[in-house]
């Protein structure tokens, strides 16, 4: 049996297990969900909130912008705090100076010790009990819970309506004045962020953890780091010291393999560029002004950290609010850099059979209309549902779903589909012939394929959820599109269009791609699949979910240690020949996307992947850390590096700028690395330092990250975005510049 077949059926093989397990504890997710209640009853008959104002109010939160404005389980946006973690510590605060005012005469924070223990206790049996009943699907509450209930509701409906007094404060938290205008409203989201902080201090039943898993930590409320998160974070570091000796180990006893004869010339000097082909120019184009328009918002989102309610004294958040810049800052760096890789696929598509199938460039030109319509159509719904200015269903169907990442409306996700589909037959029509001639490059081709279809595939899975599903159920298929669909298949897309357009240089053996590409896919979709679960350890899953997300999450970072030989190969490469020269630039992307890939995705993700390191920083700037440097370090560098490879072959005598092309690629990461360095990094670090030592809602409340120190630090946060803004607008302009002096080459 040859190397290719036996790799493709050790990839088969871990496909069809991965998703076997990960299927099987997405069902037992289904049936250990924290439960939504039919109504919440004081044990004196009194109803609180009905189940159905809770499902309202989690639609209401997903209007504001849902995990843009503030977290809710430690996921969302970082400015605003963890309103599960806020909420229950002023719950508990509130009983606990109530009973002390009655029993003693003096508040909480006045009592001895002695009796401060005595009535944190008493407050952890009341919190922590499981009062639901399966039989009625009702929640008993204490009247005095009832009592701090009404208390939130008049705190909350202060903070995000109009209350003159919480001013300063909504300003710290980027939340504009009568974020919400209708106090129903109101009452029904304060009902959603009472469940989810229920949800992370009750028991599940017959366990001593909480649906939560503990989650957040407080002391006050018995919610501390237990035996399981110490365990299974030793498990992972020994997986992941074990996977790196294997790894070295086969990577010593690989032969290396002589590289084929480097080419006299250019291979792609002697390449037809169809029709087609040259339609894709325009989308190059496009993803460069979204690229520009991104940078704005991302500018803009961060000056929100350091002035909630403006930008440089404009009175901006009237009209442009801090939840709508950071969803469209996430969103259009997503849009834009899906948009370069399905560019490239257009692109290589009909250059391996040197001719476009009938009405190519007719589909090519359609899906770019398509991909304009849903980028400005769902900008807009967003908008006016944060602005609430939709009901809640219009909303879900065409506003803001409110959940990071995949914020679209329900019609625009639908469209978005539609199009990846309408992309995958615009791949697949130009390959068929190849692939009937059965050539060398076949099994190539055929993964090239396999990619394709996973990419339209598995966006589907953000159809999942309804518009009023459970949260840890919604918070499972979201985390299917953020981590297998961005994370996953893009990942394996990216890594043959690299390969392939070795080998079309003549670079690499067909042979020597395909083996590699088989098997690096195996590695890093043994651990990837399964890992997904690493980003639900908090989310309402069972324990087994910790276990296996703390696993396979570590097999994750196992490739990435050998990325050095990548980054020399790459480097070689680029020097093997006298015209490689024009390569230069899209080849040092790739080596900076193996530099980020390192560091971004592998150490900086590792921090945060082991239970222990993400029971105490979930939801804080270290998250961010990782989050920029993997999503544009890795996947915005690779689609900058694809869009010059794809411009390299379009514009084929034209002699490229090189001076500015090196200012904007060394712009870019410099400015990337410092952004981090003196920023996100330490603020992450000293947000963890105080969620280990006071709690999960110290380290994201107004009063720890307004001090003197952490706005200095936000503040030094603007000489890395300036470099790197900088370095992206020069390469906006060399783009544009390619085309003012020359016309592409028939």
Request: glycine share 8%; proline share 3%.
């Amino acid at each position: 049996m040859s190397k290719e077949k036996k790799l493709w059926i050790a990839f088969i093989l871990i496909i069809t297990a991965s998703f076997a397990v990960l299927g099987y504890y997405g069902f037992e997710i289904y049936q250990k969900a924290p439960p939504m209640p039919t109504k919440i009853v004081t044990t004196d008959g009194q109803t609180v909130f009905d189940g159905q104002d809770i499902k309202d109010g989690q639609n209401v939160w997903q209007s504001l912008g849902g995990q843009e404005v503030g977290s809710i389980w430690g996921h969302g946006a970082y400015t605003a705090p963890d309103w599960t973690a806020d909420w229950l510590h002023r719950e508990a605060l509130f009983i606990l100076n109530h009973w002390s005012e009655k029993e003693f005469d003096v508040s909480y924070e006045k009592l001895g010790s002695e009796e401060q223990a005595k009535l944190e206790r008493r407050l952890q049996i009341e919190l922590r009990n499981n009062t639901y009943d399966p039989g009625n699907k009702t929640i008993s509450i204490s009247p005095i819970r009832a009592e701090a209930i009404k208390y939130l509701n008049s705190y909350y409906k202060g903070l995000f309506m109009n209350d003159p007094k919480l001013d300063e404060l909504r300003n710290n938290y980027a939340i504009p004045e009568n974020s919400i205008k209708d106090e129903t409203r109101m009452r029904q989201m304060t009902g959603f962020f009472f469940w989810t902080s229920w949800a992370a201090v009750t028991e599940r039943p017959g366990a001593e953890v909480t649906y939560t898993h503990n989650w957040p930590a407080d002391d006050l409320v018995g919610n501390k780091a237990t035996g399981d998160l110490l365990l299974w974070t030793g498990f992972s570091v020994i997986l992941l010291l074990f996977g790196i000796g294997i790894m070295i180990f086969y990577h010593a006893r690989m032969k290396e393999e002589e590289g084929p004869d480097k080419p006299v010339q250019d291979p792609l000097m002697r390449q037809t560029i169809t029709p087609s082909m040259k339609a894709v120019k325009k989308y190059i184009w496009v993803v460069s002004l979204l690229i520009l328009i991104q940078v704005t918002f991302g500018v803009i989102t961060a000056h929100y950290g350091v002035e909630g309610d403006a930008f440089y004294g404009l009175n901006l958040a009237d009209i442009l609010p801090y939840s709508i810049s950071r969803t469209w800052h996430v969103q259009l760096g997503i849009l834009w850099i899906a948009t370069a890789w399905l560019a490239t696929g257009l692109y290589i598509a009909p250059a391996v059979s040197g001719k476009d199938p009938k009405f190519q460039k007719l589909g090519v030109n359609f899906l770019f209309i398509c991909l304009l319509i849903i980028v400005l159509g769902s900008m807009a719904g967003q908008w006016m549902g944060v602005m609430q200015k939709l009901d809640l269903t219009q909303n879900f169907w065409f506003g803001h779903q409110g959940y990071e990442y995949v914020d679209l409306g329900r019609f625009w996700q639908i469209f978005l589909l539609v199009g990846l589909f309408v992309w995958l037959a615009l791949m697949v029509r130009p390959l068929i012939p190849v692939l009937k001639r059965k050539t060398s490059e076949r099994n190539l081709l055929l993964m090239f394929l396999v990619s394709s279809a996973a990419i339209a595939l598995f966006y589907a899975a953000g159809l999942m959820w309804g518009r009023q599903t459970n949260l840890a159920i919604a918070e499972y298929w979201r985390w299917w599109v953020v981590h297998l669909w961005v994370e996953g298949f893009f990942e394996v897309f990216a890594t043959v269009v690299s390969a392939f357009l070795f080998v079309r240089l003549g670079l690499l053996r067909t042979k020597t791609a395909t083996l590699n590409i088989l098997l690096a896919t195996i590695i890093f979709l043994s651990g990837g699949i399964i890992g997904t679960f690493h980003h639900l350890y908090f989310s309402g899953t069972p324990k087994a979910v910790m276990a296996l997300g703390a696993t396979f999450s570590a097999l994750e970072v196992v490739p990435l240690v050998l990325i050095g030989y990548e980054v020399y190969e790459n480097y070689r490469l680029s020097k093997s020949t006298q015209w490689l020269k024009d390569y230069k630039w899209p080849i040092y992307c790739l080596i900076a996307v193996a530099f980020w890939n390192f560091l971004g995705a592998g150490i900086f993700g590792f921090i945060i992947n082991p239970p222990i390191a993400l029971y105490y920083m979930q939801g804080l700037n270290t998250t961010a850390v990782h989050a920029h440097t993997a999503l544009f370090g890795v996947y915005g560098m690779l689609g900058i590096g694809l869009m010059l490879f794809v411009l390299r072959s379009i514009y084929r005598v034209k002699i490229w700028n090189d001076k500015l092309m090196s200012f904007s690629f060394w712009s870019i990461n410099i400015g990337l690395l410092l952004m981090v360095v003196l920023s996100l990094l330490p603020l992450g670090l000293l947000q963890t330092v105080a969620s280990v030592n006071k709690g999960m809602w110290y380290a994201r409340s107004s009063e720890f990250l307004h001090q003197p120190g952490m706005d200095t630090l936000r503040w030094l946060r603007v000489i890395g975005d300036t470099i790197f803004a900088i370095g992206l607008v020069a390469f906006v302009w060399f783009v544009f510049s390619l085309n003012k002096s020359e016309e592409i080459n028939e």
